[in-house]
């Protein structure tokens, strides 16, 4: 009972689905989506036209993106949160409409990533979201505080790119 909508002529006809990921029942996929690797979408959540799940990204049962969202890699949408932001990489975020809640530790423990990138992470969540610091400032303190293996660049070019906004707290 999973559906995929195939691409649209306004989407480049494509909708595309990487390896490895899992629909439960009910999981509805708009047209023109394109979906990473290793993407878990839980009973009854849904994307709207358009919308980027980047590689590892959970979306928990019953939530949703609005059409042209970006959904960052590592990122997890717990049960019934809703997003019409973009949804930066690592980031857990609840409730409706979704708010960040912390960074998803638990994916990234179980994908190897190190204690130090971990920090790095952490560093740059509360950069990004417990500072008072506006989109640009937060890009250029996480940009200092250094990268490891290339987990601050993944954020920070989706930061820069971002064409909807971010998930932010209310």
């Not at 559906?3 to 509805?28: A, Y």
């Not at 690592?90 to 960040?100: D, L, R, S, W």
């Not at 660049?153 to 909807?164: E, K, P, S, V, Y």
Request: charged share 20%; proline share 3%; net charge negative.
């Amino acid at each position: 009972y999973v559906t995929v909508n195939p691409g649209t002529e306004g989407g480049g006809l494509i909708t595309s689905i990487g390896d490895n990921c899992l629909f439960m029942i009910s999981s509805h996929i708009a047209h023109d989506c394109l979906i990473g690797n290793n993407v878990i979408m839980v009973n009854n959540a849904s994307l709207a036209g358009h919308v980027v799940l980047e590689d590892f990204v959970i979306m928990g049962a019953l939530s949703g993106a609005h059409q042209f969202c970006k959904i960052g890699a590592h990122s997890f949408l717990g049960m019934y949160s809703g997003v019409a932001r973009d949804l930066p990489p690592y980031v857990i975020v609840m409730g409706q409409p979704a708010e960040p809640r912390g960074i998803n530790l638990e994916g990234l423990k179980r994908r190897d990533f190190s204690e130090d990138q971990i920090r790095n992470i952490k560093s740059a969540y509360k950069a990004l979201y417990m500072s008072e610091l506006r989109l640009e400032e937060a890009i250029l303190k996480i940009k200092d505080i250094g990268d490891i293996d290339g987990e601050l660049n993944i954020l920070t070019d989706f930061l820069i790119d971002t064409t909807r906004g971010i998930v932010r707290k209310g």
